[in-house]
């Protein structure tokens, strides 16, 4: 099967910083990549997508960077606020509609 | 308001006895598909649906059944569940190669 990890399970930050999320690929064929957070007892919620044929998207406060080369995608969330705690998980999608999720980080903002 | 319903959001059943586990959206989405959730695994695909009366398995399928009868419906069958399939389970829907919505879960123990 593929493999979506993340490099990190665990982030703690403060109030305040800026927080990355890195996560890995493995199909050289993903041509769409997606990120979602999921707060507890709740569904994954759509953050910001990224298509193969850009390197970088930025949305209100978050932005996707997209390393095809190494294959690696990462999430940066700007001025991180309390309301960020969940957990954050990167996506994979392979041409024919198939899904692949990485395990997920979870990224506590302390006050 | 757009949303993904699944039911029940909860059940405790036993091995052997056939259970279904219903998902209806209000988007007019052509695609659907169904996830489980289990610690440190993420979020794996079981089943995927194109569009009515089309269906492809997932990176999980073994031991489900779906079908795809009404653009609207995407119900999650288990014929005979066992204790491996002890899990969070989410729909979700989204029109082509967009960002999925989805439901809330239906976190299912079989013992």
């Known amino acids: 099967g593929e493999s979506v990890g993340l490099h990190l399970p665990t982030l703690s930050v403060q109030e305040g910083d800026n927080s990355i999320i890195n996560c890995a690929y493995s199909?050289?064929?993903?041509?769409?990549f997606i990120w979602y957070k999921q707060e507890s007892g709740k569904g994954p919620q759509f953050i910001i997508d990224?298509?193969?044929?850009?390197d970088k998207r930025q949305g209100q406060r978050v932005t996707v960077l997209l390393n095809k080369t190494v294959k690696h995608l990462s999430l940066q969330i700007a001025a991180t606020q309390p309301g960020d705690s969940a957990v954050y998980f990167c996506?994979?999608?392979?041409?024919?509609?198939?899904?692949?999720f990485g395990t997920g980080t979870s990224l506590t903002v302390i006050p | 308001e757009a949303q993904v319903t699944q039911n029940p959001r909860y059940l405790i059943t036993v091995t052997g006895k056939k259970l279904t586990v219903t998902c209806s959206q209000n988007m007019n989405h052509e695609y659907m598909s169904w996830y489980r959730q289990d610690p440190g695994l993420g979020l794996r695909q079981i089943y995927y649906?194109?569009?009515?009366?089309?269906?492809d398995k997932g990176d999980v399928p073994e031991g489900y059944k779906v079908s795809r009868k009404e653009k609207r419906n995407f119900p999650l069958i288990l014929e005979s569940p066992s204790p491996n399939q002890t899990s969070l389970y989410f729909c979700?829907?989204?029109?082509?190669?967009?960002?999925?919505?989805f439901g809330d879960g239906t976190r299912l123990s079989i013992l």
């Open positions: 990224i298509r193969s044929n850009m």
């Open positions: 979700a829907s989204s029109p082509p190669n967009q960002p999925q919505h």
């Open positions: 199909n050289s064929a993903s041509d769409y």
């Open positions: 996506a994979e999608n392979i041409p024919g509609n198939q899904f692949y």
């Open positions: 649906s194109m569009n009515v009366e089309v269906t």
